[in-house]
């Protein structure tokens, strides 16, 4: 069963517990949980076999029980190198924005963009492709890649039209999705616009939640962004709340290549669906999930998490209130993931308890930080104050002089951080503004991956 | 592993079977739920942790004691913004409490929701709401706060913070004054029953103080009733007092009496009213519940708070474990460490200040 049954790491089993005050392992082993304890044997039946793993890292083994308090505690998940035989058949539908301004070069890249994806699927996966402007074709309904160049011709006839109807568009493509929809597909949209939403549906709350509903269904929605008109508010949004990938794509010589990166990346999917839930115990609450918006219930909160390809990694950083009590060694949380498994072609559910121990001794506390969540919890705020710069930069706020200040001390602390990737892509940044070009597109990239805790794949 | 394995042999021959069901002869003991020492949550046997509280079971051994203070209880007793929607609830500090989507008290991870959006605050009973600029706007009971301006708003009042809708949740403004009646209902009982054994209590006090038992059932009681009320009634703590051979003995009025024979070493003067109240030789105890020596009608201290003890050597104070801390000139106590106390020292309680004189 749970392949992760995670207490504070840094010690074994054992020896915190025998920080207890009351008598050390001797109550611990006696008691009822004889088989789920013992991480080390657990975690041998369960990696093996399952795509996941889930761990909880907490700020601080010790809590102050005297009054209340706030705590952190990474969720990660790692997923195996492990495939299981063949690659998941992908259920794809690419929506493509043919509004007025993709005409000429843009409209043509994307064309063979469509081509390249063509040409990368399998007979087994299954293919669709809608197109909207003020109105919504589909262009090709969801199918199986058989003849490839009868696909293509459809994507050739592809015209620029008017407006933007990216509501409907999105909601198009979620029903060919659904129409052939299975747990044994990976099921995805791309979503490629290069401007605003001007026709039907526009505000962000509505695009934003029925691509939630969409993701309630199954469907996740990758958002890729072309060009400087485009909103990378919305479009990021739309990528956080669906759980798939944002890219910011500057040139249009460059949006084939964007595809076939995603579809690479979606061809290595091991995890899908992944669904964290936070169930609190009391005198203990969630104050938030960096960088993600879960849903609050009565002691209990949810939260989508994106889909986790082969050998990649990512996390979620929670912070709790935890309300004083007596002294003694609590679990605060209980942390359930489910997920479609493609390694074991099933539903899988992990689970990892967060357990602190509550003590009156402040010094204990004080002498037990734990760095590796200490460094995410810097890299969070990190995010948080390049969202704000990103803020600022927009509105306007902030002058360009005043923003590669503060985009230089977020890169030092990426830096020390070990954030390599997004240290110098706020670089890159820092140098945009400096020509006088606007980064916007590109930092929420960078948050966004910030917030994901992504790395490797 | 090995040793755990090890241990674990060696346990099963050392009488931890209490807690080991499932064990041989010992099957049949399985049926039995697991009380939670800290909640008195029944569990389903074979529950690691307690499904309400998280509290460890295994580690509730016999002999195992719950610090009498319960904070969860007591916390139930502060204001809270309640979401109706989810049934989250944020509870409320004495003085101001940030609200908005970063770095807030109540923290509001809502996009209509201004990092900074809102400040609440709590004082003397009073709840003033302030916009500090929100993008989206505060309402309380539909009407919009400009910014700048405080609004005085009523517990039950819906509060909307750009989207996000809080009501304001107070504790009953009698809940301490019905726990203090609860309590003393329950005293006088006592009292009674303690009179009319007194012959009786008397003669025997000088061999041996009287068993705690003795009392045990009617503090059950008390303890119920104040569940019920939602009071914060802690078995023990009474039990702590009246154990006390001397206090448990002597009727009540003659107690009173021997205090006021007590000459008064120190004052601790409340700010900013300038109440008064002794410092007698011997233990002070100091809480919101009317058994203490100085009783402090505040929902923010435990309903026992702290100790000041007076002796030829000075004084000291120590927190017994309270729910919001105890500190002297702004720096909080260590539970259960005595402290020195000197002329002048500021002392906080929950929301009440006090300076200590001699």
Redesign the interface.
Known sequence: MDSTQMIPPSDDERTQLSNGGFDPGKTQVSGPFGQGFDPGRTQMAGAAQKALNMQAVVGNQYAIATHGSREHVLVSLQASGAMGGARMPLNLCLIIDRSGSMEGEPLEYVKRACGYVVDLLEPNDVLSIVAFEERVDVIMPARRVVNKNLIKEHINRLEVGNTTNLYDGIAAGASQIAGVYSGNYVNRALLFTDGDPTAGIKDFSSIVGMVGEQKSRGITITALGFGNEYNEELLAGIARKSGGNYYYITRPDLIPEVFRKELETLMTVVARNLHLRVNLSRWAQLRQIYGRLPTFGNRYAEVTLPDVERGSAESALLELELGARPAGTYRVARLELNCDDSVTGRPERLEADVVLEFTADENLVAANVNQQVQKEIEVALASRQLERTVMGMRTQMIAPGAAVQELQKTMMILQQQGKTDQAQEVQKAIDSIKEGASVEKTLVGTIYNLDRGRTGG | ?L??DM??TQ??D?G??Q????VGTEATQQALGVTCP??HTTNA??????C??????????EG?E??AE???VA?ELVPKLV?PS??????LNPGPNTIGR?NADV?L???SVS?KHATLTVADGKYLLEDVGSTNGTFAGGKKIEPGEQAEVEPGTELMFGSAVLKLEAPPEDAAVSAAEAVREVEEAEEREKLSEESVAVEEAAEEPSPPVEVEPEQHEAADQAEAAEIPVEPGVEARFEATPEQTLEPPVEAVEVHEELPTLARLVAKPDGQEHQIRPGENTIGRRPANSVVIPDLYVSGSHAVINASDAGFTIT?V?????TFVNGE?L???EPRELQDGDELTLGQSVFRFTI
């Open positions: 592993m040793e755990n241990e674990k346990l099963t050392t931890a079977t807690t080991m069901p499932g800290v909640c046997p074979g529950e690691t942790y307690c309400d509280c998280g509290f460890l079971l295994a580690s509730a051994r195992f719950i610090a319960q904070p969860g916390a979401e989810t049934g989250r609830e944020f509870a970063e923290l991870t809502h996009p990092r927190d474990g309270s729910t919001n801390g909080r260590t539970p259960n």
